[in-house]
């Protein structure tokens, strides 16, 4: 079992940054790629970024590509999310989930097992 808390989700306005974590507890993170997903009210849970076991290769949606940063420390099992330039269509319930098979790096959310509880993450223009 792996349990895993989301933070720094909060209001900010279009053009602030935000970093959220997620720190995990029961097991080590370092032989699972790590993900973060967002879903905003009436609409399906997305992909956001994705980081490989090393931290050595990450992937993003193309709507947060050159704004947001997935970066991830296995030696305090936490995972990061800097945000920048955020838009109001980035305004969301934020999710990181840890991967089910270990090695393997994926975008959907099939592809992940364990999942925190969320952090809001909401941008005003």
């Known amino acids: 079992q792996v349990q895993l808390v989301e933070s720094g989700g909060g209001l900010v306005q279009a053009g602030d940054s935000l970093r959220l974590s997620c720190a995990a507890s029961g097991r080590s993170i370092d032989t699972h790629a790590l993900g973060w997903f967002r879903q905003a009210p009436g609409k399906e849970r997305e992909f956001v970024a994705a980081?490989?076991?090393?931290?050595?290769?990450?992937v993003y949606a193309d709507s947060v590509k050159g704004r947001f940063t997935i970066s991830r420390d296995n030696a305090k099992n936490t995972m990061y999310l800097e945000m920048n330039s955020l838009k109001p269509e980035d305004t969301a319930i934020y999710y990181c989930?840890?991967?089910?098979?270990?090695?393997?790096?994926?975008?959907?959310?099939?592809?992940?097992?364990?999942w925190g509880q969320g952090t809001q993450v909401t941008v005003s223009s």
């Open positions: 989930a840890f991967g089910t098979i270990p090695y393997i790096l994926g975008r959907r959310p099939n592809d992940y097992t364990y």
């Open positions: 980081i490989v076991w090393s931290g050595r290769r990450t």
